[in-house]
Structures are given as structure tokens and as C-alpha cells.
């Protein structure tokens, strides 16, 4: 089973920025598809962007397009995610999760493991 570490959250205030970090501890990596989701308090595990093994077809919740990033770097085992223009419905706990196989979807069936989150307030 992989294991996935997330870094890079922290308190930021509305309007900032933060980069998300998760570097997986496996030999899989480069063929498997990554997503990040995140889950507010009170709130179920949302989808929130994506992104193939190969670094094709990002994909993005409507309530981060044109704002958040994904991107991956194969030879470090690691994806990110930039979060611009944060605000206060962006406050979350924010996880990364390996894909099944090379593609990467919203749906949470298509992830097979999961990293243990990191914590991102934006405040007003």
C-alpha cells in the first residue's frame, strides 16, 4: 500500500496562496493517476482536481477552476496543487489519493489510497 504525505497547508488570509504538496512512497507512482479532494467541516470528502500519470487531462471542481493547479513531478514521486485566490469556503482539510490505474477522475472509486490530509484556513 502506497504512502502518500501531504504538506504545505497552513493558515493563510483571503486572497493568498498556498501550495500543496504529496509525495508518495512507492514504486508506482509514474503509472498511477493522483487526485486531491478535501473535506470542510461538517461537509463530506469533495472532489477537487486531478490529473493522469503522465501529466495529461487536469482536470477541476467547478468551485476551484481558474484558481487551483495540479501538476506532478514523476521523478520526484510528488503532485501539488497551487491554490490561488483562497477563500473562506476553501477552509478544509485537504487529502491526496493514488489512482486505481493511469486515469483520474472526480469519483472517489477511481482512488485506492489515501494520505492522512492536510489542514488549510483561509481567513476573512
Known amino acids: 500500500q502506497a504512502r502518500l504525505a501531504e504538506s504545505g497547508g497552513g493558515l493563510v488570509q483571503a486572497g493568498g496562496s498556498l501550495r500543496l504538496s504529496c509525495v508518495a512512497s512507492?514504486?508506482?507512482?509514474?503509472?498511477?493517476?493522483m487526485g486531491w479532494f478535501r473535506r470542510a467541516p461538517g461537509k463530506g470528502r469533495e472532489f477537487v482536481a486531478a490529473i493522469w500519470s503522465d501529466g495529461a487531462n487536469p482536470s477541476y471542481a467547478d468551485a476551484v477552476k481558474g484558481r487551483f493547479s495540479i501538476s506532478r513531478d514523476n521523478a520526484r514521486n510528488a503532485v501539488f496543487l497551487q491554490m490561488n485566490s483562497l477563500g473562506v469556503e476553501d477552509t478544509a482539510v485537504y487529502y491526496c489519493a493514488r489512482g486505481v490505474g493511469r486515469t483520474a477522475t472526480a469519483s472517489l472509486t477511481m482512488y485506492d489510497d489515501w494520505g492522512r490530509g492536510t489542514q488549510v484556513t483561509v481567513s476573512s
Open positions: 512507492e514504486d508506482t507512482f509514474d503509472r498511477r493517476g
